[in-house]
C-alpha cells in the first residue's frame, strides 16, 4: 500500500527565515511526486510535480526536490502570504490499461510566517 | 482557461438523506477523480472516471457511488448520510492519458455538514 509521511505538522518561521519541508514516500513504481499548497476552505493548488530521483523545479520562493525515498519543499526568505498547509502526494505506476490515476496524500505540513 | 468547477460550495443534510454533488473539469480533461477531506483523515481517494468509466476505486463504502457524463462532467452521490460523512469533497481534473503529463487540479470543494 503507498504511504505519504510528511513533516513536521506544523511549521512556524519569521519572514525571511528560510526551511525545509519534508515528504518521505513508498510505493511501488513511482510514477509522479506532486507538490500542493492550500488555504483554509479552499481547494490545493498545484505546485510541483517531480518524476525521478534528483529532479528540482522551483517557483518563486519554492524549490522542490526528489530522492528515491523522499522529497523536500525548500523555503527561501519565506513571507507571511506564505502560510498555508502544504501537501505531498504520490501517483504510482500508470499500467497499460491509462488507470491507477489516483493520489495518495500525506496529512500536510502547517507552515505559519510570521512578520 | 476556465478552473475545475464544483457545486454547490456548501450543503448542509439531515442523517439518512443522499446528496449529490457536481464537478465540471477543465476543458479537454478526460479525468475526473473524487477525494474525500477530513481533519482527522487528510485527504483519501475515492474514485476516478474516465471517458465515463469508473478506473479506480478507493475504500469507502457502497452508499458512495459516481458517474461520469458524456461532456466529462461528473457527479458524486452519497446515500443514507451518516454524520461522518461531514467533510470537504474534492473533485480533481486530468488529461487521464498514461502518457506525459499527469497533473490533476482541484476545484475548491463542496463543504458537506451531516446534521
Known amino acids: 500500500e503507498d504511504q505519504v509521511t510528511q513533516s513536521p505538522e506544523a511549521l512556524r518561521l519569521q519572514e525571511g527565515e528560510s526551511s525545509s519541508l519534508n515528504c518521505s514516500y513508498t510505493?511501488?513504481?513511482?510514477?509522479?511526486l506532486f507538490w500542493y499548497r492550500q488555504d483554509p476552505g479552499k481547494g490545493p493548488e498545484f505546485l510541483f510535480t517531480?518524476?525521478?530521483a534528483g529532479e528540482e523545479k522551483e517557483k518563486e520562493r519554492l524549490k522542490a526536490t526528489l530522492t528515491k525515498k523522499e522529497s523536500f519543499l525548500h523555503i527561501t526568505a519565506p513571507k507571511p502570504e506564505d502560510s498555508a498547509t502544504y501537501l505531498c502526494?504520490?501517483?504510482?505506476?500508470?499500467?497499460?490499461?491509462?488507470?491507477?490515476?489516483?493520489?495518495?496524500f500525506g496529512k500536510g505540513t502547517l507552515l505559519t510566517v510570521n512578520p | 482557461k476556465a478552473g475545475v468547477t464544483q457545486t454547490p460550495r456548501y450543503l448542509i443534510k439531515t442523517r439518512g438523506q443522499q446528496v449529490t454533488l457536481s464537478c465540471s473539469p477543465i476543458?479537454?480533461?478526460?479525468?475526473v477523480s473524487w477525494y474525500q477531506q477530513t481533519p482527522g483523515q487528510g485527504l483519501q481517494f475515492l474514485f476516478e472516471?474516465?471517458?465515463?468509466?469508473?478506473?479506480n476505486k478507493g475504500n469507502f463504502p457502497g452508499r458512495f457511488s459516481g458517474r461520469q457524463f458524456s461532456n466529462s462532467r461528473s457527479e458524486m452521490n452519497v446515500s443514507t448520510l451518516e454524520l461522518g460523512d461531514s467533510a470537504l469533497y474534492l473533485c480533481?481534473?486530468?488529461?487521464?492519458?498514461?502518457?506525459?503529463?499527469?497533473?490533476?487540479?482541484f476545484g475548491q470543494g463542496t463543504r458537506l455538514t451531516v446534521v
Open positions: 480533481a481534473s486530468s488529461l487521464g492519458q498514461p502518457w506525459g503529463n499527469t497533473e490533476a487540479f
Open positions: 510505493v511501488s513504481g513511482l510514477r509522479g
Open positions: 517531480l518524476y525521478s
Open positions: 502526494a504520490v501517483q504510482a505506476e500508470i499500467n497499460s490499461g491509462g488507470s491507477n490515476y489516483k493520489l495518495t
Open positions: 476543458s479537454g480533461h478526460r479525468s
Open positions: 472516471y474516465f471517458s465515463e468509466t469508473q478506473r
